[in-house]
């Protein structure tokens, strides 16, 4: 079902690498305002100096909790970016633009920043309701965007690039742990209402049940939903092991504090809380004392050890305040201006139907979360982690996949 490759063996084939936060000398070589025609052959905002891109997320509303950092980690890529030359030897301009929490704004921006904007790529969305919503516009008018979120999967699309991971990289490996690690049997599956939990929550059903668990109880509410005290005496009379949860954005904020209002002590894990979507970006809104004691599953901690994330944690912080703090999808975000970048310097052009020849393959050994890699699907290659919240909003990262497990948004028997 799932298909895994060592780090060693990836390593071999190692053709397109981006080294270091320094530009590949190629780059330098192409980059020549005499060919502006050459880098632009489709009416993108690109001149002999600059080339424009489009920043689109939710900066208010109930997604702002989460969408904040993704704006400030492609601001930060960007800024690297332009200090060692931009990308051949054009700066990169942002146009910024706010989904403000409601999908069809998503799709009215998406329009707005390729059509009248003509911009050369676009990072943003979160929700999966905001990234099906602009994905029309983007195929309509031939764009590419970049797509930081974790999400259900089901999905492929030659004009977006998934840089967070899909469900048999994320959902899959976290039941298998909840079970063997934890002795899991019931699960609680809670999620707010719409595409990503309701689908993320069949795909978990489905695989609960393919090893022989059992599901107890499934509840959806609202976005922007913030009274769970009823939810909460169901769970406690279902007595579910695992509370597996989908609640997005600010209705985080309202759950976890009346779980433990209500007495729940998340860390005597009884029940185990397992959340895909609480990152340290919530739990930043969330506090540290109201989900010590919870599970996450991600492929990014701000805690992974590595020198790659050390270095990035530092400059984030730098740019951002001592106080910012990196979740998963913040540095999935990260690395879409620098896979785009790669590609275009592959292509030796901005041209959209260029880079989407040479996306596939391209690899970042510059990646916070370690090593990633472009699959002809347009998902990465990554490991999967289990990270154990703690008081002071941080994570310990109790369990990392050996190798780099293999994307496959379209699992046989999960659709």
Known sequence: ???????????????????????????????????????????????????????????????????????????????????????????????????????????????????????????GCWTSASRKAALPVFEQYNGMLFYPTFYEGLEQSPNVIYTGQEATQQILKGIDWAKETKGAK???????DYIWPRTSNKIARKHIEKLGLKVVGEEYYPLGHTQFNSVINKIKLKKPDVIFTTVVGGSNVAFYKQLKAAGIDLTKEKPLVLTLSVTEDEILGIGGENVDGLYASMKYFQSLPNDNN????????????????????????????????????????????????????????????????????????????????????????????????????FPKGYQ
Not at 345 to 359: P, Q
């Open 1 to 123: 079902m799932k298909k895994e490759i060592s780090s060693s063996r990836l390593g071999t084939t190692r053709r397109t690498l981006l080294k270091g936060l320094a530009a590949l000398p190629a780059a330098m070589v192409l980059a020549s305002s005499s060919y502006a025609a050459d880098v632009n052959t489709t009416g993108l905002a690109v001149t002999d100096d600059t080339v424009k891109v489009g920043i689109l997320h939710s900066i208010t509303g109930t997604m702002a909790i989460s969408e904040t950092g993704s704006v400030q980690a492609e601001k930060l890529a960007i800024q690297q970016i332009n200090d060692m030359g931009g990308v051949l030897g054009r700066k990169i301009e942002y146009i910024q633009e706010d989904g403000a929490s409601d999908w069809p704004t998503f799709a009215e921006k998406s329009k707005k920043l390729l059509v009248n904007d003509k911009v050369a790529a676009v990072f």
């Open 186 to 192: 019931k699960f609680f599956l809670l999620g707010s």
């Open 310 to 409: 050390k270095k990035f944690v530092a400059e984030f912080k730098k740019m951002w305040g001592e106080k910012s703090v990196i979740g998963d999808v913040t540095q999935a975000a990260y690395l879409g201006p620098w896979i785009w970048k790669a590609a275009v310097e592959k292509a030796g052009s901005f041209d959209v139907d260029a880079i989407k020849k040479t996306l596939p393959g391209i690899e970042l050994t510059t990646a916070p979360e370690g090593y990633v890699k472009v699959h002809p699907n347009h998902h990465l290659w990554s490991k999967s982690r289990i990270g154990h919240a703690k008081a002071d909003g941080t994570f310990d990262v109790v369990y990392e996949s050996k190798d780099l497990i293999e994307p496959n948004p």
